[in-house]
């Protein structure tokens, strides 16, 4: 109830609400996190993509008469999406994984709510001790993830090599 969000929210007369207490708002609630922490990474890898960009590419659309929308479209996407689509797949097989948030914030709660494939994983094998559905649940994963890279990979074969 005293959290900063809700202290936020309570000056526009919302809240509070129970992030992670409600089955409806605890899932959210880790998405946002997760995606918090996630983001520097993903920032400083568009930064340095943005850097490889050629600035007399930039000079050029801009004698031309480009807009910045236009320059951006056709110069800066074109040239970081090879970046884009790599940094993309990470982040889908990341959002696969998420472990740590839900154990250490609401450990699968309220009411199993916030139970994601690796915290059942684990929950198998170590707190009920039978490894080799917690094996199983793995080589399910591993396959899941190798599949869906490998259709990700399929459909945007045509997009890198533009």
Known sequence: ESGVINSLLAVVGVGP??????????????????????????????LAALTGVSTELYEA????GAS???RIVHITLPQMRGV???????????????FTEPYVMTDGGPANAT???LLMIYRYAFLFGNY???TALSLLLAAVLVIVSAIYLRLTRSWSTR
């Open 17 to 46: 609400l129970p992030w992670l207490q409600s089955p409806e708002l605890a899932m959210p609630s880790l998405v946002i996190v997760a995606t918090w922490s996630g983001a520097g990474t993903a920032v400083l890898i568009y």
């Open 132 to 134: 080799g559905v917690a």
């Open 115 to 117: 139970v994601t494939v």
């Open 61 to 64: 659309a801009e004698l031309d």
């Open 84 to 98: 884009i689509l790599v940094l993309l797949l990470l982040q889908i097989i990341g959002a696969i994984q998420v």
């Open 68 to 70: 910045i929308w236009q």
